[in-house]
T-cell receptor
Framework: AQKITQTQPGMFVQEKEAVTLDCTYD???????LFWYKQPSSGEMIFLIY??????QNATEGRYSLNFQKARKSANLVISASQLGDSAMYFC????????????FGTGTRLQVFP | ETGVTQSPTHLIKTRGQQVTLRCSSQ?????VSWYQQALGQGPQFIFQ???????GRGNFPPRFSGLQFPNYSSELNVNALELDDSALYLC?????????????FGQGTRLTVV
């Protein structure tokens, strides 16, 4: 069964430091996409970064990078130079192409950035 | 701002009632998906519409139904509301389908069933 696992319910990081949020996935499909979303208290899911299953290089978007280890089925999000505004829930998600075209989400990690 | 708007933002309904939630997709997007997010959980896929046809459904009962209109806006209807239907309902629109298709989410409708 397709599944996303986020094992860190909460993480703390000091402002300007880097933090890694863990994500592992399980799928039998050869083609899939991995996403990270940020959800502030307002509720909107904000797209951060995407990694395709066939991409050779790790994705990078500004301060966000995705550490993709296909053999280990992991897709960790690295946030560099944390800011107070990064405090939010972070969700890892997977989209499969050959199944119902849906996003499968993990349970999320609550990140708190302190001064 | 993603260009995806949902209405209403908050709603309180009584058990047994019916509710309609609305989503206006980002301009040019022909695919809309609905998700239910219970408190403390990740979003769960309800169903998806692609060019006005249902394109897939998650593990939700038939009392959850939907529509997509020619302008690609969408509705989620829930009949016979139950207390467990209390959740944040998220709409996501995208252009076409596929593994790399980025989905843009609205701000959600927070439904409380009492």
């Amino acid at each position: 069964a397709q599944k996303i696992t986020q094992t860190q319910p909460g993480m703390f990081v000091q402002e300007k430091e880097a933090v890694t949020l863990d994500c592992t996935y399980d799928t039998s499909d050869p083609s899939y996409g991995l996403f990270w979303y940020k959800q502030p208290s307002s509720g909107e899911m904000i797209f951060l970064i995407y990694q395709g299953s066939y991409d050779q290089q790790n994705a990078t978007e500004g301060r966000y990078s995705l550490n993709f280890q296909k053999a280990r089925k992991s897709a960790n999000l690295v946030i560099s130079a944390s800011q107070l505004g990064d405090s939010a829930m972070y969700f890892c998600a997977m989209r499969e192409v050959y199944n119902t075209d849906k996003l499968i989400f993990g349970t999320g990690t609550r990140l708190q950035v302190f001064p | 701002e993603t260009g995806v708007t949902q209405s209403p933002t908050h709603l309180i309904k009584t058990r047994g009632q019916q509710v309609t939630l609305r989503c206006s997709s980002q301009s040019g997007h022909n695919t809309v998906s609905w998700y239910q997010q219970a408190l403390g959980q990740g979003p769960q896929f309800i169903f998806q519409y692609y060019r006005e046809e249902e394109n897939g459904r998650g593990n939700f009962p038939p009392r959850f139904s939907g529509l997509q209109f020619p302008n690609y806006s969408s509705e989620l209807n829930v009949n016979a509301l139950e207390l467990d239907d209390s959740a944040l309902y998220l709409c996501a629109s995208s252009f076409s389908k596929g593994e790399g298709t980025e989905a843009f989410f609205g701000q959600g409708t927070r439904l409380t069933v009492v």
